[in-house]
């Protein structure tokens, strides 16, 4: 079966770093979706990516997927407050379900 | 306001004793989802339903029941709960399963089986 695998597992960064989390699939991708959660809350979709060397921003935050769609990343530029929390990738099934799934996720802390 | 409710939001129950939760969306969405997020285990799909009367099983359905009915209806029904699905609860839906806008996610129902 596909898995998604985040790395780091967990991130703390100064404020106004930059930083970059990875999810990468066992499987061929056929959509790759980013979403943050604060902490015990529900997921917010952030952008979705389908396309080999697909790029997309949302304001100060990146996503790629990578030529062989079997990895993105997602990237912050100069990092706030206000990006803390937990993002998560998830992905389209193979072919033949519909059973999406999700990586375990990054814990983002920045500090003021 | 689009947005996929769920109730109660925070539940402490004892072992045994039959509850639901409620999914409820109002984007007429086709699609829709039950998650359960562990510690370490991240997101896994519990049931999940592609419309009315159409549900079939995710990775971990042990224990769990669902329904769907009605098109923004979806409940989450534990016959028999168990320490083990001390949990918290995610229902999602999308238009037809992730596209351009991803999901939806409620959020949250936090369990505690005592």
């Known amino acids: 079966s596909q898995e998604l695998e985040q790395s780091p597992q967990s991130l703390i960064v100064q404020e106004g770093k930059n930083l970059t989390i990875n999810c990468t699939s066992s499987?061929?991708?056929?959509?790759l979706y980013w979403y943050k959660q604060k902490y015990g809350e529900g997921l917010i979709f952030l952008m979705m990516l389908q396309k080999g060397g697909e790029e997309k921003s949302h304001e100060k935050i990146t996503a790629k997927l990578d030529e062989k769609k079997q990895q993105s990343s997602l990237h912050i530029t100069a990092s706030q407050p206000s990006h803390a929390g937990i993002y998560l990738c998830?992905?389209?099934?193979?072919?033949?379900?519909?059973?999406?799934?999700f990586g375990t996720g990054t814990r983002l802390k920045v500090l003021a | 306001e689009a947005q996929v409710t769920q109730n109660p939001r925070y539940l402490i129950t004892v072992t045994g004793k039959k509850l639901t939760v409620t999914c409820s969306q109002n984007?007429?969405?086709?699609?829709m989802s039950w998650y359960r997020q562990d510690p370490g285990l991240g997101l896994r799909q519990i049931y999940y339903s592609m419309n009315v009367e159409a549900t079939d099983k995710g990775d971990v359905p042990e224990g769990y029941k669902v329904s769907r009915k009605e098109k923004r209806n979806f409940p989450l029904i534990l016959e028999s709960p168990s320490p083990n699905q001390t949990s918290l609860y995610f229902c999602?839906?999308?238009?037809f399963g992730g596209g351009d806008y991803g999901y939806t996610f409620g959020s949250g129902t936090r369990l505690t089986v005592v």
């Open positions: 984007m007429n969405h086709e699609y």
């Open positions: 998830g992905a389209d099934p193979t072919s033949g379900t519909y059973k999406y799934i």
């Open positions: 999602a839906s999308s238009l």
């Open positions: 499987k061929t991708l056929y959509g």
